[in-house]
């Protein structure tokens, strides 16, 4: 199945309820993560991507934290984005779409200087972002209940 959708940079406040929209589904809904946690101070400060059908339907989200927001997650280093809060709706999975973002979100932080771009993945999607050339690093940790592990990408 093919599913025409394109991704670009959230620019105003419906693309960024889209964002939210998606991360609900997915985070909240599907995977349990409290309300309460899965938005934060970050979401006023972060670049979002949004993959979204021809008719405007979202798909799929990803947000980058630079600069000072980021570098609590990236020990530190200002040249390093944080990659986070990736989601696909359970419908557009398998079509692209995180690859899509993700390289999305690389170009982001290209954009702003950055060499390098950390995240937090899922551990049961270690595999994906192998692919996508991130190598992950140091123990595995729990973040909302949920096992992870740290992952780097050199752009």
Same mark, same amino acid.
């Given at each position: 199945?093919?599913?025409?959708?394109?991704?670009?940079?959230?620019?105003?406040?419906?693309?960024?309820?889209?964002?939210?929209?998606?991360?609900?589904?997915?985070?909240?809904?599907?995977?349990?993560?409290?309300?309460?946690?899965?938005?934060?101070?970050?979401?006023?400060?972060?670049?979002?991507?949004?993959?979204?059908?021809? %008719?405007? !339907?979202?798909?799929?989200? *990803? &947000? @980058?934290?630079?600069?000072?927001? #980021?570098? $609590?997650?990236?020990? =530190? %280093?200002? !040249?390093?984005?944080?990659? *986070? &809060? @990736?989601?696909?709706?359970?419908? #557009?999975? $398998?079509?692209?779409? =995180?690859?899509?973002?993700?390289?999305?979100?690389?170009?982001?932080a290209r954009a702003?200087?950055?060499?390098?771009?950390?995240?937090?993945?899922?551990?049961?999607?270690?595999?994906?972002?192998?692919?996508?050339?991130?190598t992950a690093y140091?123990?595995?940790?729990?973040?909302?209940?949920?096992?992870?592990?740290?992952?780097?990408?050199?752009?």
């Amino acid at each position: 199945m093919s599913l025409p959708y394109t991704v670009r940079i959230a620019e105003d406040s419906a693309d960024r309820e889209a964002c939210f929209t998606v991360r609900k589904e997915v985070f909240v809904g599907e995977q349990g993560v409290a309300e309460s946690i899965e938005y934060d101070a970050y979401d006023a400060v972060a670049v979002h991507v949004l993959a979204a059908r021809e %008719d405007g !339907a979202p798909l799929g989200t *990803g &947000r @980058l934290l630079y600069g000072e927001a #980021a570098t $609590g997650k990236t020990g =530190g %280093d200002p !040249a390093v984005g944080s990659l *986070g &809060r @990736l989601a696909v709706c359970p419908e #557009a999975r $398998g079509l692209g779409v =995180g690859a899509a973002l993700v390289r999305a979100i690389e170009g982001a932080a290209r954009a702003r200087g950055l060499t390098a771009v950390d995240l937090h993945a899922q551990t049961h999607a270690l595999g994906f972002y192998e692919r996508l050339g991130y190598t992950a690093y140091g123990p595995e940790f729990p973040d909302a209940g949920i096992p992870h592990r740290a992952m780097r990408r050199t752009l």
